[in-house]
């Protein structure tokens, strides 16, 4: 099993930044991925941006400049830098684990004041 921590959600202002870190624990593979998803109220989870263990990384084409996702491999923790954020991206954001397996985060809250 592996277990997923996020932090960072909250309230923001049009304009501002946020950072999302997500900690994994637990029987972590030496080769994985670790990325963000998010979901917005009526709308179906999406990829914003993914991460591998050798550094790889990934972007859904609408996140690309606004967005960057970086992790630390000795703490098995990946970050998303958000900035110049919009009411749009306002919606639940989830960290995923992935080798073999997938694993979820609970979710945490951004939202986006205009």
């Known amino acids: 099993q592996v277990q997923l921590v996020e932090s960072g959600g909250g309230l923001v202002q049009a304009g501002g930044s946020l950072r999302l870190s997500c900690a994994a624990s637990?029987?972590?593979?030496?080769?994985?991925?670790m990325g963000w998803y998010r979901q917005a109220p009526g709308k179906q989870r999406e990829l914003v941006a993914s991460?591998?263990?050798?550094?790889?990384?990934n972007y859904a084409d609408s996140k690309k400049g606004r967005f960057t996702i970086s992790r630390d491999n000795a703490k098995n923790t990946v970050y998303l830098q958000m900035n110049s954020l919009k009411p749009e991206d306002t919606a639940i954001y989830y960290c995923?684990?992935?080798?073999?397996?997938?694993?979820w985060g609970q979710g945490t809250q951004v939202t986006v004041s205009s």
């Open positions: 995923t684990y992935s080798d073999y397996r997938q694993y």
């Open positions: 637990g029987s972590i593979a030496g080769i994985n991925a």
């Open positions: 991460i591998t263990d050798s550094g790889y990384t």
